[in-house]
């Protein structure tokens, strides 16, 4: 009877065993083939460091650098996450292996996630194939080239001069700088994109403008989204981002919407810009949709997010 129990006991064991070693083999196969990984904190399973970033993000990062050093790497969930700290590493990332390393990920909460605009945008364009280096090849040209920034100048000028003026009406009376400040700022782009400005001084200073809008964005998009770091998620938008983002999406929409439709139509823009060629003329020039017209119009906005809305207190180092 006992060796009855022996040899089934020994039947059963054979193929657990013959699994296990299967196992093992695939295991160390696959990391094998994959390159070693810079060193980092240790993961945890299933959150990975997701736990050790923290309420401020930037001041752990540099932390870890002085650990690890300039190259890292992370774990956020399933994401993997390789940090370039330095400059020699930011210019090896950035410049030397461009081509390797310009992988491009789309947060679950961008408007262009869905299929339907993913084929008009810019900044979150799934793969850079021929249309991005298209639409790339016109705003280098008409905005960022050295021609471009010096026919700027005259607004740029303008505008700080107007903010002066503004300041100096407002003596003996409460001034935000901030607002004002971001106003003027956020105007220069207005003019450099379509020729007027979107932002009264007086109306901003009063508190409730387009900077508290601004300010709305800044926090949306630096909201951490779970869907980011289990892509599994995505589609539930548990957090409910995308829906808010979207939100978004079609109010800047509908402020592009009657902007071009007026330049369509040869309305006039008013001032004495209204000869000179804009960056909307260059892209009604180059048989751009309005639907591509209005998400480019409005990724320039939301790129001018980050460099107004700073809380000072937020990064204390």
Known sequence: MAQTHFTEGSTMFSPILVLLSFLFLIFKHIKASNPPLPPGPYPWPVIGNL????????????????????????????QLLVVGSSKAAAMEILKTHDRILSGRYVPHMAPTKSSELNHLSLGWLVECNAKWKYLRTICKTELFSCRALESQTFIREEKVMQMVGFINTREGKVVKIREVATATVFNMLSNILVSRDLISLEHENEGGGVCTVLEDIA???????????????????????QKKTMELHRRSFSMCESIVKERRDGKIRGGDNSTRRDFLDSLINNGSSDDQINLLLMIHWFLFVPSVVVNENDYDI
């Open 51 to 78: 736990l050790q970033m923290g309420k401020k993000p930037h001041i752990t990062l540099t932390n870890f650098s002085k650990q690890y050093g300039p190259l890292f790497s992370l774990r956020l969930g399933t």
């Open 219 to 241: 926090k949306l998009a630096s909201t951490p989204n779970i869907s980011d770091f289990y892509p599994i998620l995505g589609r539930l938008d548990l957090q409910g981002l």
